[in-house]
């Protein structure tokens, strides 16, 4: 009886669950090498959601956009508020509103909030971020995304990704191994992410870029593709998730400023000539009348030269510094509050100087890499 208790033992399952385990244990204590600087980019930000959006009186929220232009030290220099931001790359609507209740359910009381929509993700599903989210949803806000796309395979995704960490880095795992067989050398990821961290870390959770040498205001780039599509709309789900970060500020009194950051002025005419750019601002006029507590801060025509974007898009640290110094200065004033002007066009660009310490991109690895020949 036990000799064919022993012969039915199934060896060879047992085996293939040991090499699935002793896997899963290789990827997750080598994340550095498996997951993308932009992952651990949202994994930062959600855990400074809850460890030091708390200890601030202003919270930022949005995607690499903002994050490159909206500098917390700068900011608190013009305003006297303490800020944190917590915008990530490819930011989504509903990342937003996550961090910001898990802020305030960790304690935080800020009187203001700056959240930034990029159109192309407003316009895209959640599955847009699918390498994301497990960075930074536990299984309630998993489950709180999934009920509302309705998505069931969504959150059986998102679920695993947290019990199998190469689920989670299969993106990466997958071209890691492609490099290899072409004899290539697949990226160094750690080292990109320790900049990121580093650079967040110094400057409370913005990245501050280096200054433009080099970007003439080139449209060619998929980058400034994605700001002109043919027709522009917002992702019903997407705008579910505006309202209920509107409705859970007002709830606690909380001043809401959406921002609008600037684009190169050669994208923003595109935009104006095909109809996009008067789109997205109905869409965001539409929520004035049902929301008191928010205001829009419009950059759009402050005339942002080419000289001061790294690319369509994205500020140089001089732009990030005078976008920065001219929110700060909106919030000190409280602009928009108790008034019947609530969008807000902000002021001519001129370069602003600033003496607030902060730390850029270059100078993040140059301190990473005096470290490293130390030891």
């Not at 320790?194 to 449209?219: C, E, F, H, M, P």
Request: with cysteine; proline share 5%; hydrophobic share 40%.
């Amino acid at each position: 009886m036990s000799g064919r208790q022993r012969r039915i033992i199934p060896w060879g399952l047992l085996g293939m669950l040991a090499l699935v385990l002793a896997s899963e244990r290789y990827v997750a204590r080598h994340a550095l090498d498996f997951t993308r600087p932009e992952s651990w980019d949202w994994r930062l930000s959600g855990q400074a959601a809850r460890k030091k959006a708390p200890k601030c009186q202003v919270l930022c929220f949005g995607t690499s956009r903002v994050q490159q232009a909206f500098v917390p030290q700068v900011v608190q220099e013009r305003s006297g508020l303490r800020a944190w931001n917590l915008a990530t790359c490819w930011g989504q609507a509903p990342s937003s509103y996550f961090m910001l209740r898990r802020a305030l359910a960790a304690g935080g009381k800020p009187s203001a909030v700056v959240v930034e929509y990029h159109p192309q993700c407003l316009a895209g599903d959640h599955w847009q971020a699918v390498r994301f989210w497990p960075e930074l949803l536990g299984p309630r806000e998993g489950l709180d995304l999934a009920w509302t796309a309705r998505d069931a395979e969504f959150l059986a995704t998102t679920l695993l990704a947290h019990v199998f960490p190469s689920i989670k880095d299969r993106f990466q795992i997958r071209a890691n191994v492609r490099a290899a067989l072409r004899g290539e050398k697949s990226d160094d990821l750690a080292w990109n992410t320790l900049t990121i961290s580093r650079n967040k870390n110094k400057n409370r959770g913005a990245l501050v870029a280096i200054r433009n040498t080099r970007y003439q205001g080139d449209l060619s780039s998929p980058m400034a593709a994605g700001f002109l599509p043919e027709s522009w709309a917002c992702d019903p789900v997407n705008e579910g998730y505006i309202r209920r970060l509107l409705d859970l500020a007002r709830s606690r009194g909380i001043t809401v400023y959406w921002l609008i950051p600037p684009v190169t002025p050669e994208l923003q005419a595109r935009r104006e000539q095909k109809g996009l750019d008067a789109l997205y601002a109905r869409f965001a006029r539409g929520f004035l009348d049902r929301y008191p507590n928010l205001v829009v801060l419009d950059a759009r025509r402050s005339g942002y030269g080419a000289s001061v974007f790294l690319d369509p898009a994205h500020l140089d640290r001089q732009g990030a510094c005078t976008l920065s110094a001219d929110v700060g200065d909106l919030l000190r004033a409280r602009v928009g509050i108790g008034t019947g002007r609530r969008w807000i066009a902000l002021p001519a660009y001129r370069d602003l100087a600033t003496r607030v310490p902060m730390e850029d991109l270059s100078e993040s690895q140059v301190a990473l890499a005096t470290r490293r020949t130390r030891r």
